[in-house]
Structures are given as C-alpha cells and as structure tokens.
Nanobody
Framework: QVQLVESGGGLVQVGGSLRLSCAASGSIFSINNMAWYRQAPGKQRELVAT???????NYADSVKGRFRIFRDYSKNTVSLQMNSLKPEDTGVYYC????????????????WGQGTQVTVSS
C-alpha cells in the first residue's frame, strides 16, 4: 500500500541543473529519514544525500556544494536539487524513505522507488 515514485530525471548538458522529486503515498503514519541514492552504469548503488525528520542533511563528498536535499511535510515529498552537473553524475537515482505504516505496529521499514534516469552529456 505504501509506495514511492520518483520524477524529474532527464538529459542535461554539463553544468546544467535538474530537480528530482519523490512522492510517498499510501497508508502512511509517519516518515522518518529520507534519502537519495544513485547507481552509475557498472557500479554499485551509492548514497547521495540524506535528510532527517528534523531536516538535518548529509551529503556525499562528490556532490557537496552542488546538490541540495529538502522535504515537504505537507505533501510527503523529498526533492534533490542538482546544480553544476557533471558526466560523473549520470545514473539512475532512487528515492529511499523510512516509513511507519498505519496499523502494522512493527516500527518503520525502508521503502524504495523505481528510480529515474539522469544523463549528463559532455
């Protein structure tokens, strides 16, 4: 019943910008930490940015100063603003959220979106 859906990916030139969004829906009681991951071709999935329920953030060294993660509590969304994009940023970006569902009573569980493709051309 709980799902995450990403949007906003696409093709952009080096130095350009994109904003990714992730919407959580379903029988949600609360959302704790949220995060963005990415997976480049032939590489393992890596953590890009996290944001806590108190809106404290953390970023991978490779994106510090260029990316910003933020959330909208009223819409159950988390976004990733990406600026000064590089070819190395190319990959599939995944939304992750720690969610407590209604009625389960077993604490939070991790949920993942299906991913959205970001391609930075050189």
């Amino acid at each position: 019943q709980v799902q995450l859906v990403e949007s906003g990916g696409g093709l952009v030139q080096v130095g350009g910008s994109l904003r990714l969004s992730c919407a959580a829906s379903g029988s949600i009681f609360s959302i704790n930490n949220m995060a963005w991951y990415r997976q480049a071709p032939g590489k393992q999935r890596e953590l890009v940015a996290t944001i806590t329920v108190g809106t404290r953030t953390n970023y991978a060294d490779s994106v510090k100063g260029r990316f910003r993660i933020f959330r909208d509590y009223s819409k159950n969304t988390v976004s990733l603003q990406m600026n000064s994009l590089k070819p190395e940023d190319t990959g599939v970006y995944y939304c992750n959220a720690e969610i407590v569902a209604h009625g389960l009573g077993d604490g939070p569980h991790d949920y993942w979106g299906q991913g959205t493709q970001v391609t930075v051309s050189s």
